[in-house]
T-cell receptor, first 112, second 109 residues
Framework: DTAVSQTPKYLVTQMGNDKSIKCEQN?????MYWYKQDSKKFLKIMFS???????INETVPNRFSPKSPDKAHLNLHINSLELGDSAVYFC???????????FGDGTRLSIL | GENVEQHPSTLSVQEGDSAVIKCTYSDSASNYFPWYKQELGKRPQLIIDIRSNVGEKKDQRIAVTLNKTAKHFSLHITETQPEDSAVYFCAASNNDMRFGAGTRLTVKP
């Protein structure tokens, strides 16, 4: 019974395309996050939502647009994909900002 | 905002030895300090955490210490085993969590 599930697990696509990654959590948490992990393994926060409201928006190109239809879902849409977008994207959730974060299994995005 | 620095970036130890990973943080208001373990190809998973009202916490072979005055905290793994090999991340949060850059620990049998 997966707590934080994200789909797809792998995404291979051409430069310039638009793609979406979906995330759902069944933990009843109020806060959800998107992280980007590049080849150097650094976990960089991209966005944070609390009860469907955006609370963190780091310096991320506006080609990335998060959408939270309800507090259990936080989807990530990426327009005009670039080579530098290749990375593993992790979704996570927590009850609030100073509580443990539970991560999904990651989506490996590869841009050809 | 919070800035977390983590050292060393790589650490190699012999099985049975101890391993220590150190982190410093910049925001004195940070009150929550978790540690995550990420095995190859897997998601980060919480292994231990500590709050600012506690100086030390232990769970079997792992322990975390916190020095609020110096704004640093450390992860200690004793009697290391090959399955401890992974990337370890520290983090600090004052309702806005920031991660360190990670330490790749290799335990040689």
């Amino acid at each position: 019974d997966t707590a934080v599930s994200q789909t797809p697990k792998y995404l291979v696509t051409q430069m310039g395309n638009d793609k979406s990654i979906k995330c759902e959590q069944n933990l009843g948490h109020d806060t959800m996050y998107w992280y980007k992990q590049d080849s150097k393994k650094f976990l960089k926060i991209m966005f944070s939502y609390n009860n469907k409201e955006l609370i963190i928006n780091e310096t991320v190109p506006n080609r990335f647009s998060p959408k939270s239809p309800d507090k259990a879902h936080l989807n990530l849409h990426i327009n005009s994909l670039e080579l530098g977008d290749s990375a593993v994207y992790f979704c996570a959730s927590s009850q609030h900002g100073s509580q443990p974060q539970h991560f999904g299994d990651g989506t490996r995005l590869s841009i050809l | 905002g919070e800035n977390v620095e983590q050292h060393p970036s790589t650490l190699s130890v012999q099985e049975g030895d101890s391993a220590v990973i150190k982190c410093t943080y910049s925001d004195s208001a940070s009150n929550y300090f978790p540690w995550y373990k990420q095995e190859l190809g897997k998601r980060p998973q919480l292994i231990i955490d500590i709050r600012s009202n506690v100086g030390e916490k232990k769970d079997q072979r792992i322990a975390v210490t916190l020095n609020k005055t110096a704004k640093h905290f450390s992860l200690h793994i004793t009697e290391t085993q090959p399955e401890d090999s992974a990337v370890y991340f520290c983090a600090a949060s004052n309702n806005d969590m920031r991660f360190g850059a990670g330490t790749r620990l290799t335990v040689k049998p």
